[in-house]
């Protein structure tokens, strides 16, 4: 009897059947294959950073030739957007609803992630491990689907502030800061640390990413008479106060500057490596020229990966260790995660890291995570420059609770 | 005199012609299909292709037609942008209310930045309107506006849903909506370019010398053509903030600007359909770039470019009029 009463019923509860199904969110899993989604400036003003992703790619095609993983592949597709927030929420987009990956992971940028944000949160997608240090990608409360990986600048200012007060309780704190994100991570952190002090220990400045030069902020800083400095700025100005602070004849007794901007040749060397010596700076990851690790079981591992996989690729480049770390981190999840590949269970064990050790981390520093902990890498060493190199001193310290 | 005006001057029927109303019926179908047959994510890129169509139509108002060069149209972009993404998240006002007050203030803002601007000429201007899309990204990190804009952490926004009881999920609705208001705002700038003031703005570029001699107040005319075209592109910012929830000083960076003057050059530069060719380019060919080499999508998409300007030099709308003048041989 087909009557039109019976269709409609029959068409209800065609509709309704795939809710009553929908307890475990299997999307981009098959028997075979697990879709992984990932974005990238490989072109743009960031794509220095491009160099991660392509790791990744080949890192997860080593596990696919290699038969890969429980006997599925994994599937990583990459899209580039450019750093441009608009394109990143249609490459999401497209990732998302046409590709139907399982999850999101390692995904790149603080403004670029930040247009995402609440998209993937509110279609309930894993957004694992994101390459930005920003601090609010750890906020289960409300964005339970979303965790970053590296210590957010915010746990890298608390270091710093931790270490100050260690050496001096009554140091007076310059700080300059970028006027974004970044910066004002590093506000945040010295704030969590010196609480209702803060505004009798601390003169901050900021600057814009794109003014010409910050001299007239090192000036005024100076003029504020304070014992030390914390630097919290991209590497081209980094070199432009390193230099300022030692020509105006500043000698702070701690001048802390952001591991952002340590690189040797954008920002030592154009600065005058004899001007920068004595800054102290902190590190999570092995640096790939630290003699120091040559004997390392964890580089050694790195390095046979690289030369096995990727010999043509230049492994003075810290942005392969990072990349190698993160995603050994994200194959422990799915290893955890013991056949159960919904998108509930990735983001339960994704947040269930107990004491993992990776071999590009400091050895020690532990990734840890919990439903309430979503601040993987909470610990760091610092390091001092003393004219050639960052010379890592002193035990791990670890960020502040908050 | 009178006996000349009777006389019946019809342009010489060409061999070949489309019935118009043939043209748009077909013009609708091709703009409706995708409701029906495309998924969400491609009309959200279809949407993002209209939206930067007419941007694409409010640049070449200026460029195109009235030959002033702006290299700063994607700091009206932002403006309009802003002004949906605070209208509708902090002072809670329906999404359709912030296309006109885009329009009002954009317009305002680019009457005010064409009234010094324009009297400088060509490159001058060029570098002029430069400057404002460098500005732009930093004026909306400022301090003092920081409890409007969000700072550096920009405004996130939330789509609409259809109204009415339509049957169409938010992206449907956007899709149309975002149609039909680049219909309206096409269609208003052929008229504008078929009329009096439109020849005007046309005889401005082409021999201004002449133009003031019979004349033409060169400077308004400028100063309103540029107010105009601000307009146009301030509510396609508007309409982008709506599409993509999302605005931040990283969304509206320098090469949004030279990304329309390249969708302007591509689609066809003076023509109003231009447009839609020069929203599609912009929009689909990085991806296929992307999709061709991800090592190095930069190099491809200039490849494509460059390829693009050989073969079509008067864009893709100047091939198809080249087309159309063929048939009608």
Redesign the interface.
């Known amino acids: 009897m087909l009557t039109r009463r019976t269709l409609l019923v029959a068409s209800a509860a065609a509709l309704a059947a795939p809710r009553i199904g929908h307890a475990a969110d299997l999307t981009g899993v098959t028997a075979d294959e697990i879709k992984i989604g990932n974005i990238m400036p ?4 960031a ?1 220095a950073y491009g160099v991660i ?2 790791l990744q ?1 080949v890192f997860f095609k080593a596990i696919n030739d290699a038969g890969g993983f429980q006997g599925r592949r994994l599937n990583f597709v ?3 957007d ?6 990143t ?2 490459q999401t ?2 990732l998302v ?2 590709d139907k990956v399982s999850f999101l992971f390692n995904t790149l940028g603080t ?2 992630n ?2 995402i944000h ?2 993937v949160n509110q279609r309930k997608v894993p957004h694992l491990f994101l390459s930005t240090g920003a601090d609010k990608w750890g906020d289960p409360q409300n964005f339970p689907w979303t965790i970053g990986w590296q210590p957010s600048y915010r746990t890298e200012a608390q270091i710093y502030t931790k270490y100050m007060l260690e050496q001096d309780r009554n140091a007076k704190l310059a700080l300059l800061y970028q ?3 970044f910066g ?1 991570d590093y506000v945040a952190g010295v704030r969590d640390v010196l609480g209702s002090r803060f505004d009798a220990v601390v003169k901050t400045v900021s600057h ?1 990413v ?1 003014d010409a030069t910050i001299d007239s902020q090192i000036v005024q800083l100076h003029g504020t008479g304070s014992t030390a400095l914390l630097t919290a700025t991209t590497p081209k100005f980094a070199a432009q106060t390193i230099r300022k602070v030692h020509d105006i004849g500043w000698r702070p007794a701690m001048h802390f500057l952001t591991n952002v901007s340590i690189s040797v040749a954008a920002v030592m060397n154009p600065a005058g490596p004899e001007k920068g010596v004595g800054i102290i700076t902190s590190a999570y990851l092995k640096d790939p020229t630290d003699p120091a690790w040559n004997d390392d079981a964890g580089m050694k591992e790195w390095r046979d990966w690289m030369k096995a996989h990727m010999p043509e690729a230049d492994q003075s480049d810290g942005n392969y260790v990072f990349s190698y770390g993160v995603s050994k981190t994200m194959m422990r999840v799915l290893t955890q995660c013991n056949g159960d590949f919904s998108r509930e269970n990735i983001m339960k064990q994704a947040t269930s890291l107990s004491g993992l050790e990776v071999p590009s981390l400091i050895n020690g520093i532990k990734v840890n995570t919990s439903s309430t902990n979503y601040h993987p890498i909470r610990q760091m060493q610092l390091a001092k420059w003393d004219g050639k190199t960052f010379d890592r001193f002193g035990g791990l310290i670890e960020g502040a609770n908050v | 005199m009178a006996t000349e005006t009777t006389l019946p001057i019809a342009p010489p029927r060409p061999a070949f012609a489309v019935d118009p109303r043939i043209v748009w019926g077909v013009g609708l179908i091709i703009l409706v299909a995708p409701l029906f047959l495309a998924e969400s994510y491609q009309l959200f890129q279809l949407t993002l292709a209209a939206i930067y169509a007419i941007a694409i139509l409010g640049l070449n108002l200026v460029t195109g037609y009235n030959g002033q060069i702006s290299l700063g149209h994607g700091a009206f972009y932002a403006a309009g942008a802003y002004v949906a993404a605070i209208m509708m998240d902090k002072l809670n006002l329906p999404y359709w209310s912030t296309l006109p007050a885009a329009a009002v203030l954009c317009g305002l803002l680019g009457y005010g930045i064409g009234l010094p601007a324009l009297r400088l000429g060509g490159l001058y201007l060029a570098l002029t309107t430069f400057s404002l899309a460098v500005a732009v990204p930093q004026i909306l990190k400022y301090k003092g506006i920081e409890a409007w804009t969000g700072g550096v952490q920009g405004v996130l926004v939330t789509k609409p849903d259809a109204p009415f009881g339509l049957p169409l999920n938010s992206d449907q609705y956007l899709y149309l909506f975002t149609i039909l208001v680049a219909l309206g705002i096409f269609l208003l700038a052929r008229n504008l370019m078929a009329s009096r003031i439109g020849r005007a703005i046309m005889a401005i570029r082409d021999h201004g010398l002449a133009a003031e001699a019979m004349g033409m107040d060169i400077a308004s005319l400028k100063t309103s053509t540029f107010a105009v075209s601000a307009m146009i592109t301030g509510v396609a910012g508007a309409l982008s903030a709506i599409a993509v929830e999302f605005v931040s000083p990283d969304s509206f960076q320098v090469p949004l600007s030279i990304t329309l003057f390249v969708g302007m050059v591509v689609g066809g530069v003076a023509s109003i359909i231009g447009g839609v060719f020069g929203g599609l380019f912009v929009v689909f060919m990085p991806n296929v770039a992307e999709g061709i080499s991800k090592a190095a999508p930069g190099v491809i998409y200039g490849c494509i470019l460059i390829a693009f300007l050989f073969v079509l030099p008067g864009g893709v709308a100047g091939l198809l009029r080249r087309l159309a003048a063929r048939l009608r041989r």
Not at chain 1, 42 to 45: H, Q, V
Not at chain 1, 82 to 87: F, H
């Open positions: 490989y072109s743009g003003p794509s992703g392509k790619q990459t899209y580039d450019g750093y441009s927030p608009p394109k929420v249609e987009r497209r609803e046409q403004p670029t930040s247009a609440r998209y006027n974004d994100d004002k814009e794109t």
